[in-house]
T-cell receptor
Framework: DAGVIQSPRHEVTEMGQEVTLRCKPI?????LFWYRQTMMRGLELLIY????????DSGMPEDRFSAKMPNASFSTLKIQPSEPRDSAVYFC??????????FGSGTRLTVV | QKEVEQDPGPLSVPEGAIVSLNCTYS??????FMWYRQYSRKGPELLMY????GNKEDGRFTAQVDKSSKYISLFIRDSQPSDSATYLC??????????????FGKGTHLIIQP
């Protein structure tokens, strides 16, 4: 298995632009999580899905953030409009009721 | 008070030393405790998983949980330069990919000097 695949690996965008981050979870996993990592705040859970259904989005910072999971093999996290304070590494992770999550390599987002 | 506290380091030790990494937490409902290792510009990878109090050993790594003190530890014996990474503790109320996600510490940056 190729693991959790995220794209793009790096994204540099201008303030106000729309950004879409993508994630392909491990086949057969029924949970998918989006995390954000910064030096100041560490890893923060943004939203998670179970069987493609959003369960808890209380970590989504603002209405500018939205996430979808149209099927078991794909999820997106969208930021519109983006702001410099959104600059961070965004991780996707998946799990099958496991004893831990498998993380992707992350998307490093820079908003200038 | 933050839910999970972890000293960010950096912690620098010579090769071969025993390393002790620790976290404290405030939520007594946490039952599942994990340690993740994160290399630079990579995602965290699961290293150790324990349930409730007690010890768990896996090769050079030992995870210890003391729920009465709300304190968890990771010990690395015979440390190697390849162990240099950021170590994050994580914990949850429910098992694995359960209902609440994981709460992470900010991580301790460990440097093993050759």
């Amino acid at each position: 298995d190729a693991g959790v695949i995220q794209s793009p690996r790096h994204e540099v965008t201008e303030m106000g632009q729309e950004v879409t981050l993508r994630c392909k979870p491990i086949s057969g996993h029924d949970y998918l999580f989006w995390y954000r990592q910064t030096m100041m705040r560490g890893l923060e859970l943004l939203i998670y899905f179970n069987n493609n259904v959003p369960i808890d989005d209380s970590g989504m910072p603002e209405d500018r953030f939205s996430a979808k999971m149209p099927n078991a093999s794909f999820s997106t996290l969208k930021i519109q409009p983006s702001e410099p304070r959104d600059s961070a590494v965004y991780f996707c992770a998946s799990s099958f009721q496991a004893h831990g999550y498998t993380f992707g390599s992350g998307t490093r987002l820079t908003v200038v | 008070q933050k839910e999970v506290e972890q000293d960010p380091g950096p912690l620098s030790v010579p090769e071969g030393a025993i390393v002790s990494l620790n976290c404290t937490y405030s939520n007594s409902a946490f039952q599942y405790f994990m340690w993740y290792r994160q290399y630079s510009r990579k995602g965290p990878e699961l290293l150790m998983y324990t349930y409730s109090s007690g010890n768990k050993e896996d090769g050079r790594f030992t995870a210890q949980v003391d729920k009465s003190s709300k304190y968890i530890s990771l010990f690395i014996r015979d440390s190697q330069p390849s162990d240099s990474a950021t170590y994050l503790c994580a914990m949850s109320v429910y098992s694995g990919g359960g209902a609440d996600g994981l709460t992470f510490g900010k991580g301790t940056h460990l440097i093993i000097q050759p």
